[in-house]
């Protein structure tokens, strides 16, 4: 018998979770209404398929709006501005680890 470590329990929890709420990410069909209600807890949802994220939610379709990929935009390589801001961090650690070091010779020769 193998024994449930809590990493293995929480896995466990996210698959149910998964599993019953996998009727959000089936789309309806032709003839299928795009507004669902559900009843849970004694209280009514009206759930809407939302195209962009292809499964349903409680807001409206409308209030979605599919951003443009700024990918194009970026003309400017990402790994170059952080190397850069490293480097900067590092020179400043240097420098002040240096000017520590001198206090505390200063210091120690009182």
């Not at 994220?53 to 409206?60: A, D, E, M």
Request: charge should be positive; glycine fraction near 4%.
């Amino acid at each position: 018998m193998q024994q449930l470590t809590p990493h293995d329990g929480v896995d466990q929890i996210q698959a149910m979770m998964w599993k019953r709420n996998m009727w959000k990410r089936i789309p309806p069909k032709d003839s299928e209404p795009s507004v669902k209600k559900v009843y849970s807890d004694g209280k009514s949802k009206t759930y809407h398929w939302i195209p962009y994220h292809l499964q349903g939610g409680i807001r409206l379709p409308d209030e979605f709006k599919r951003l443009k990929s700024t990918k194009e935009k970026k003309d400017y390589n990402m790994k170059a501005i952080k190397r850069e801001n490293f480097k900067s961090r590092k020179q400043a650690f240097i420098k002040a680890k240096t000017a520590y070091k001198a206090c505390i010779s200063e210091f120690s020769a009182l």
